[in-house]
Nanobody, 116 residues
């Protein structure tokens, strides 16, 4: 029954920036890895970035060097800084942990639209 609340999305021009935030209703100290996912219309959901409790990160090739993921376990938040945005980044963005995705737990997501 975990609740995941994403925020920070919006409409931005190509080359612009957005910072997404996610708050989790449960303690995440024990969650080894959390990530940001996205789903564009007509496409499958994909993992964009993930971060471990130790601070190790991994990014999809399409966003590498443009996006930065971070987490604050005490605040129960996971952020995604997105720079140099492209139209291809347009999607609904979700935060989650693998263990919760397997249980079907998803938040409402936040819409990111990159368009001129």
């Amino acid at each position: 029954q975990v609740q995941l609340v994403e925020s920070g999305g919006g409409l931005v021009q190509p080359g612009g920036s957005l910072r997404l935030s996610c708050t989790v209703s449960r303690d995440i100290f024990s969650i080894d890895a959390m990530g940001w996912y996205r789903q564009a219309p007509g496409k499958q959901r994909e993992l964009v970035a993930h971060i471990t409790t130790g601070g190790s990160t991994n990014y999809a090739g399409s966003v590498k060097d443009r996006f930065t993921i971070s987490r604050d376990n005490a605040k129960r938040t996971i952020d995604l800084q997105m720079n140099s945005l492209k139209p291809e980044d347009t999607a609904v963005y979700y935060c989650n942990a693998d263990r919760w995705t397997r249980l079907g737990y998803w938040g409402q997501g936040t819409q990111v639209t990159v368009s001129s």
